[in-house]
């Protein structure tokens, strides 16, 4: 098989939870444990870095594995979903892995997988354990797909496990409270794994009752950590001052990421590098700085408040629930513009209710949804955000929306898209 070959059949053999929702979720390891014993545990070969939560998970994944690309540790990457190229997901120092490490892998375990019939992601976790393994990186940061406790990464033993934080999102598969999404994120901490919690919150007694139960060290970011805006940056970049409780620590902190949300990132990582320090890793204030200036560059990061145009000003961003969504919106407040155009598609599977209440009203909204089953019917999207008072059209496809947004903005206007990952997927 060529590459496009092995990619329809990993696309068309195997159920991929973000095409086609419950369908395709396991909710058991059964699978991913039995792919691990027949690669040999590739896991137990390479350190590894641990990280879950409903918002935030995948900066911080690569903020982290910027930094440690900076120190000059050989790391891999795991991360999902992929935007534009199945790839994406799998990299070590930032580069994707070869489309030949594909195709090799899935013909020479392919008996296997028609066998075991696993899951598009338990598939996607083995291939990369087993890369990684194969490449022998010094550390992985590994990315948990939802949840935490029967994610198809929780088989590693971390050297430190991170949760940003927690939200109201995939309630149906993690439950429909925040205290019992909490205890699904919180099945990623280990026994004596020292565990970072990235921020406060009201079911935070969650994660220290699992810590105590595994004796495993709690540190929480935003108590140690304060980060501090120090002008309005670009659009392009920000600049942050750094405090370790009230003594002030880095006077000048760049990021390559704009979107405001990242200063609760940033400390998130930060006391991660802490602990990682702790344990015997060589990061210096240098690396910490030139990881944090540079991690589009370094990971290939996209989609996090990413400008695809200036004239009019054109941004993305793959915040898809309630919470990510609120802190677009307060950025969309933060960005100067005449009017806005919003490019809007969520899926079936979520009740939009709680996101199009917090949209805002007005906006020129461009109703539109991805080319995957999982997405949900423009039309019917329409009608929701109708009642919720958004006003707009009706658009085939998130390109085509893109188009007629362009058409009607000004040069001061300001057209966002978002709303699903896979909408922003498709415009990029």
């Not at 059949?9 to 395709?24: D, T, V, Y």
């Not at 930032?94 to 296997?112: L, T």
């Not at 899926?347 to 991805?370: C, H, M, S, W």
């Not at 947004?405 to 001061?412: E, L, Q, R, T, V």
Request: charged fraction near 25%.
């Amino acid at each position: 098989m060529n590459y496009k070959e092995t990619i329809d059949f990993l696309f068309s053999a195997l159920p991929m939870f973000q095409r086609i929702g419950a369908a395709a979720y396991k909710s058991n390891l059964d699978n991913t444990i039995a792919f691990d014993e027949y690669l040999e545990h590739p896991h137990t070969h390479f350190k590894s870095i641990h990280v879950a939560g409903t918002n935030g998970k995948g900066s911080v994944c690569h903020m982290l594995a910027a930094i440690l690309q900076e120190c000059g540790y050989k790391t891999g990457l795991y991360t999902s979903p992929h935007l534009k190229d199945f790839r994406e997901r799998i990299k070590i120092n930032g580069k994707n892995i070869e489309k030949r490490a594909v195709v090799d892998f899935v013909e020479n375990h392919r008996p296997f997988i028609e066998k075991l019939k696993p899951s598009f992601f338990e598939m996607n976790v083995a291939m990369a354990f087993d890369y990684f393994r194969k490449e022998k990186v010094d550390i992985a940061v590994i990315e948990t797909g939802l949840g935490g406790r029967l994610d198809s990464t929780n088989i590693i033993e971390p050297v430190v496990s991170v949760i940003t934080n927690i939200g109201m999102d995939h309630i149906n598969f993690l439950g429909n409270s925040l205290k019992k999404i909490a205890g699904e994120k919180a099945g990623i901490i280990k026994y004596q794994v020292p565990v970072v919690i990235g921020e406060t919150q009201e079911i935070f007694p969650v994660f220290m009752k699992k810590a105590n139960d595994l004796d495993a060290t709690l540190y929480i970011a935003d108590q140690w950590y304060r980060v501090e805006e120090i002008d309005s940056g670009t659009i392009y970049r920000q600049y942050f001052q750094i405090y370790v409780k009230d003594d002030l620590w880095f006077k000048r902190l760049v990021t390559d990421l704009p979107g405001n949300y990242q200063k609760k990132n940033i400390a998130t990582v930060l006391r991660t590098i802490d602990v990682l320090r702790d344990l015997g890793f060589e990061v210096t204030d240098e690396s910490i700085l030139s990881g944090c200036r540079k991690v589009k560059t370094l990971t290939g990061l996209r989609g996090r408040w990413e400008i695809l145009g200036t004239d009019p000003l054109v941004i993305c961003d793959t915040g898809h629930n309630k919470e990510g969504l609120r802190e677009v919106v307060r950025q969309i407040k933060r960005t100067p513009h005449r009017k806005l155009h919003f490019i809007f598609g969520t899926v079936n599977d979520k009740d939009p209710g709680p996101v199009l209440e917090i949209l805002p009203k007005d906006a020129r909204y461009y109703f539109t949804q991805a080319s995957i089953p999982r997405a949900m019917i423009k039309e019917e999207l329409a009608v929701l955000a109708s009642k919720a008072g958004l006003r707009g059209g009706v658009y085939s496809t998130p390109v085509k929306a893109l188009e007629a947004a362009k058409n009607a903005a000004k040069k001061d206007d300001l057209i966002f898209v978002g709303g699903s990952t896979f909408v922003v997927g498709e415009v990029l």
